[in-house]
């Protein structure tokens, strides 16, 4: 044995294909079935990895078995490095180009990520494409456990980007929209704020606080809305059947504001806006992620020459 080596050389690709799959499951049962053996012998694949790691890596609540901070620690690597030997016996296979993980916000996925992945595809079909979409600290959570590769959407907060990187696409306007033929159109936006509902941003959600800071800025700090969402389907569907009106990052609802369903209205003031782009762990590369990034930044690039244009 290696007396330098961090990790036991016992330690096999079958013991942390196991302990990847019960994290996800979060238990023994449904892991056993999927991989054809019995729960005992998962149980014992499981404890042979303890021992050779030397740290316990779940704690038992209730049914479910629940990662430990060491466990959780182990899981980020393992993920990292079991994609990592996909990716290269990926790339011994002719046509076979392995799997690309997304995570998209939603100020993207309506209309900028659906062109990025139609060019991808038909440069590069060999590479599937899986898509997460979310709020952002869900993305965030997978983006940092390895199961994204790569996440689209705003700039995350500088207390997030430890180990991160960000690749700056376009800016990109929060707006006040509501359905066309609404009678707050050519009103003061003070007056269409405190007459009609309001659908405002998640607390959670990275455009909070520059609406919160806005509506400060009119003497409407404390507003209570009657839904909070980034959702399309659930913002359009009670914008297009009431009156009313939602600030939302403009890209979720271009599509909308283009068919003439939905129309934006004045604010008078230009701060709420924000950087849209890439973001992924410092240490991930690979062919296919950067043939992505490279056709995101074109098509970012091409879109903002025409807007200016």
Request: with cysteine; net charge positive.
């Amino acid at each position: 044995m290696d007396n330098h080596a961090a990790m036991h050389p016992a330690v096999k690709l079958r013991h942390i294909r196991a302990f990847l799959d019960i994290a996800s499951e979060g238990g023994l049962t449904a892991v056993a079935r999927l991989q054809g053996i019995t729960q005992p012998a998962l149980s014992r694949t499981l404890a042979e990895l303890e021992t050779l790691l030397g740290q316990p890596l779940f704690l038992r609540q209730g049914r479910k078995l629940v990662l430990t901070e060491a466990g959780a620690l182990f899981r980020r690597h393992a993920m990292t490095a079991v994609q990592a030997l996909e990716a290269g016996a990926a790339a011994l296979r002719p046509g076979a180009g392995g799997i690309l993980r997304l995570g998209v916000l939603p100020t993207v996925a309506t209309r900028f990520m659906p062109r990025v992945m139609l060019r991808f595809r038909e440069l590069h079909p060999e590479t599937l494409l899986s898509v997460e979409t979310g709020p952002h600290f869900h993305l965030m959570r997978l983006l940092r456990e390895g199961s994204v590769d790569l996440m689209v959407g705003r700039l995350p907060g500088a207390s997030e980007m430890a180990g991160l990187s960000f690749d700056h696409l376009f800016e990109e306007e929060v707006i006040l929209t509501v359905r066309s033929g609404h009678p707050a159109i050519g009103r003061p936006v003070t007056e269409v704020l405190a007459r009609h509902p309001v659908i405002l941003p998640p607390a959670t959600a990275l455009i909070r606080p520059p609406v919160d800071a806005y509506l400060a800025s009119i003497g409407l700090s404390g507003l209570r809305p009657v839904v909070e969402t980034v959702s399309l389907a659930i913002g359009r569907g009670i914008c297009l059947n009431s009156d009313a009106v939602w600030f939302i990052s403009r890209g979720v609802v271009s599509h909308e504001i283009a068919r003439d369903e939905m129309v934006q209205l004045p604010t008078g003031r230009r701060f709420m806006s924000g950087a849209v782009g890439m973001t992924r762990r410092q240490a991930v590369s690979g062919a296919a992620l950067t043939a992505l990034e490279n056709i995101a930044r074109e098509i970012a690039r091409r879109e903002g020459s025409a807007q200016q244009g």
